[in-house]
């Protein structure tokens, strides 16, 4: 499934579901139709009678206005849904919901209380500082320096990712409806998104838009955030194949104009497996493409990778290094000479995604990167900047970006900034010079669950976890956390480092912090990295669900998008040799009991074969399918929802006991 933030932060495809009736609020949630469920629920809370549920509703109509990224809209169901004792993830709603919507003050108030209601002050210490950090920001703002405004041709709808051309052309991508109006994509309500270009007139106002004809398709398929490489190639990302089946993930597809005739589009090569590409740029020399991707194997999130040009094309991509790439969000990259400019929504920003900066040092080094501070960035989502092309003569530059802040037509705005003087620098850094130049702040943490016996319940937070010991390698030095902050560390350009813990009562883990792509050199601060280590309780005897293992209907290979789960349980056991597992596979109730527990069987010795293929020593793992004998969900079979049957197949781990 493609989040909605990808390609309207980029472009996003929810399966064949958009062919199929919404007749109730529950139903078209469930399908990610937030548009579509949003009526009933809205209906649904008119007729409500008791707080308790007029609470539950309430918290749904949040949610489907936070996927369709109207802040403004869902904070007062959250507060409807926080007072009426619907629990913490709709406070957590109304302090994220606050924060985007500048309101920093009650958005700190509201964490604060958020890390009281969970038993941790140190889940959204980042939330409360960067509010801090944004609220200071807003203070010391003095306008003068540029002159902002939002382009004549925006819409009520999604209109985002600007290119310009040096001919004073500008493409950007749209989800106005296109000529089939009929065809609306069920989580907006809006259309599909396309390619559109706007060209100004002789006063320099932009008009339009019209159609991007290479690309112009009527069909459910997203496509945008345009490249134009060259006067013969173009990059863009395509979401879907038009008839509901086949890749419904985001591609990065190239097409090239030969003899005044634009080819096809072909997809690039490194495309490939269960998960999204987007957003590519090349360098300004065309030596590079940089692009946004959800590899499970990166960061978290979506990362920056890079792939350089060669005889045959381009090479196989690598990432970023961690000075750019998060946990969190790296989207919507433009390269600039030596200047990497992209969009972040875990670098400490104002609210949503923001504009960073970051120059170059080395082929795979960058220093840390800059907040560009308002008016670039703002509460909502600010994404998609780049300057453009030529001098323009009454302003030293223009440029342009995407913004969902308030002052636009509605949803996503390109808005245009022109530099009217240079501004003086900014401040230095808070943080104080010290003996070494790289800093790495190490948090060993444990999950907080609802229900602390039970490792299957919601996870509510993390919190510092006293006592464990932390070894460091090559070093080999050993420290000591504690509940009071983080162990820091000096960390050396060059090294690739390797932290495990343990702790009693605790399964161990490591992680690792790669260095060797650092450098402190140009640096103009020291540099300052985080890294969580997650201690997880020993749960003996307990079935714990792994997410993310599904298989295809009537199969039992592993598929590609439960490698990455699997390969996190590999590195559990490989940090504790001393523990054996048992992997247990669950159907759903249909299907005969004999063919259920022969397939749930297979499955579950195929995950033990993948965990021998990782080197895991068969003798520890264990396989047992259980068929439809233990329901996680227990409904009359002719009467489960979907989401019901797919809870109920399910892929668990159980370490054995002693």
Not at 150 to 176: I, K, Q, V
Not at 253 to 280: I, K
Not at 358 to 373: A, C, H, K, V, Y
Not at 638 to 645: D, G, I, K
Request: charged share 25%; aromatic share 12%; glycine share 10%.
């Amino acid at each position: 499934m493609i989040p909605y933030r990808f390609l309207l932060l980029v472009l996003l495809m929810a399966g064949c579901t958009y062919t199929l009736k919404i007749r109730d609020g529950e139903t078209g949630f469930e399908r990610k139709q937030y548009a579509h469920a949003l009526p009933f629920y809205l209906k649904d809370l008119e007729k409500a009678r008791s707080r308790v549920e007029k609470a539950r509703i309430a918290f749904k109509i949040a949610e489907c206005y936070r996927f369709m990224h109207q802040p403004g809209q869902a904070l007062p169901y959250y507060e409807q849904a926080w007072s009426g004792q619907a629990g913490v993830q709709a406070l957590k709603g109304k302090a994220f919901s606050l924060k985007m919507l500048e309101r920093y003050p009650e958005a700190i108030a509201a964490f604060d209380q958020l890390g009281e209601e969970i038993g941790s002050s140190y889940e959204y210490r980042r939330e409360i500082e960067a509010c801090e950090w944004a609220q200071k920001q807003l203070d010391d703002y003095r306008p003068g320096f540029y002159a902002l405004e939002s382009l004549p041709f925006n819409s009520r709808y999604a209109d985002f990712a600007a290119f310009p051309t040096a001919d004073g052309n500008l493409y950007f991508s749209t989800d106005r409806p296109g000529p089939d109006v009929k065809t609306r994509y069920g989580w907006t309500g809006h259309g599909f998104s396309r390619i559109v270009s706007s060209t100004p007139d002789q006063s320099g106002i932009q008009n339009g838009p019209t159609p991007f004809l290479p690309l112009d398709l009527s069909t459910p398929i997203h496509e945008g955030v345009i490249h134009l490489a060259s006067d013969s190639t173009i990059y863009y990302t395509r979401c879907g194949d038009g008839d509901g089946g086949g890749d419904r993930y985001c591609r990065i597809w190239m097409m090239t104009q030969r003899d005044g005739t634009w080819s096809s589009g072909e997809v690039l090569p490194f495309c490939t497996g269960d998960f999204n590409y987007g957003h590519a740029r090349t360098s300004s020399d065309g030596q590079f493409l940089i692009f946004s991707s959800d590899d499970p194997m990166g960061m978290g999130g979506y990362d920056l990778y890079m792939a350089m040009r060669t005889n045959t094309g381009w090479s196989d991509p690598f990432m970023l290094p961690p000075a750019i790439n998060t946990s969190g969000n790296e989207m919507f990259p433009w390269w600039q000479g030596d200047t990497l400019y992209f969009a972040s929504d875990h670098h400490k920003g104002m609210g949503g995604l923001d504009i960073f900066r970051s120059f170059r040092l080395g082929l795979r080094s960058w220093t840390q990167p800059e907040n560009l501070g308002p008016p670039f960035n703002s509460g909502a989502d600010d994404f998609g900047f780049i300057w453009l092309p030529g001098a323009p003569h009454e302003h030293l530059r223009t440029g342009v970006f995407t913004s969902s802040r308030s002052g636009g037509k509605g949803g996503e705005d390109i808005w245009m900034i022109k530099e009217k003087e240079t501004p003086p620098p900014s401040e230095p850094s808070s943080i104080q010079p010290t003996d070494t130049d790289i800093e790495l702040r190490i948090y060993v943490v444990t999950r907080l669950y609802q229900d602390p016996e039970d490792p299957n319940s919601p996870v509510l937070g993390r919190n510092l976890l006293p006592d464990a010991k932390v070894k460091i390698l090559p070093w080999d030095s050993l420290m000591v956390s504690t509940i009071h902050g983080p162990l820091i560390v000096a960390v050396e350009p060059g090294v690739f480092y390797r932290m495990e813990a343990e702790r009693e009562g605790y399964l161990s883990a490591f992680q690792t912090f790669d260095a060797r792509d650092l450098s402190t050199t140009g640096a103009v601060s020291r540099q300052v990295y985080e890294l969580e280590i997650v201690l997880d309780r020993k749960f003996v005897g307990l079935e714990i669900i792994l997410e993310n293992i599904y298989y295809d209907y009537d199969r039992w290979e592993i598929r590609p998008d439960a490698e990455p789960t699997l390969r996190r349980l590999a590195s559990l056991m490989e940090a504790n040799p001393d523990i054996e597992v048992e992997l247990g596979s669950h159907t759903d109730c249909r299907g005969s009991e004999s063919y259920n527990m022969d397939l749930s069987q297979k499955r579950a010795q195929s995950a033990v074969d993948y965990l021998i293929g990782l080197g895991i020593p068969s003798g520890r793992l264990r396989a047992r399918g259980f068929g439809e004998s233990r329901p996680a969900v227990d409904c009359p079979c002719n009467r489960c929802t979907e989401s019901q049957h797919q809870t109920n197949r399910r892929t668990t781990f159980r370490i054995l006991e002693d």
